[in-house]
């Protein structure tokens, strides 16, 4: 079974003693939770999360299978979510989309031997600097395809020399 650790532990006391229910603190647990697990959140941190906060473990993934911000598989080091809502897609989003996942040989639904997963996200909330995407928690904005390669390939560069 997954272990929630300490910090996540403190995390979840302090944010459950904000609200008049538990349940409400639910959505910022599961982000705690999803960076504790390395980008994702798998049935036995639903599990964990359940117990300490002693709530049902049904009340918790309603909202976890609802939000699409919580990923429900591993996403490797490097998750690439590329914007296509109408601002992004109108400026090339699913173009990027399909040059970043043939350059990096990202299959769907799958991670890359860089350790890079990509998904297709709805609006992230930066229309105005179309097409932009995503990685990890990081924003890049104004992308042309070889901006975002660059991009990519700095991270995993970064990487390899840490």
Same mark, same amino acid.
């Given at each position: ?45 639903? !599990?964990? $999360? ?5 709530? &049902?473990?049904?009340?918790? /993934? %309603? ?58 996200? !709805?609006? $992230? ?5 179309? &097409?932009?995407?995503?990685? /990890? %928690? ?25």
């Amino acid at each position: 079974m997954f272990t929630i650790s300490e910090k996540t532990k403190k995390f979840i006391t302090k944010e459950v003693s904000r609200y008049e229910t538990k349940r409400s603190a639910i959505i910022p647990c599961l982000f705690e939770l999803q960076k504790d697990n390395q980008g994702w959140i798998s049935n036995d941190c639903i !599990e964990s $999360l359940s117990q300490f906060m002693d709530i &049902p473990s049904k009340d918790i /993934n %309603e909202v976890f299978h609802f939000y699409t911000m919580f990923n429900k598989k591993s996403v490797g080091d490097f998750h690439i979510q590329v914007c296509c809502n109408i601002s992004c897609h109108m400026n090339g989003g699913l173009d990027l989309f399909k040059v970043l996942s043939d350059e990096f040989k990202i299959e769907k639904n799958g991670v890359s031997k860089d350790s890079l997963a990509i998904s297709k996200v !709805e609006c $992230l909330g930066s229309c105005g600097t179309a &097409p932009m995407m995503q990685v /990890n %928690e990081k924003y890049y904005e104004n992308l042309t395809k070889d901006k975002a390669i660059q991009v990519i390939k700095d991270l995993i560069a970064s990487k390899k020399t840490n």
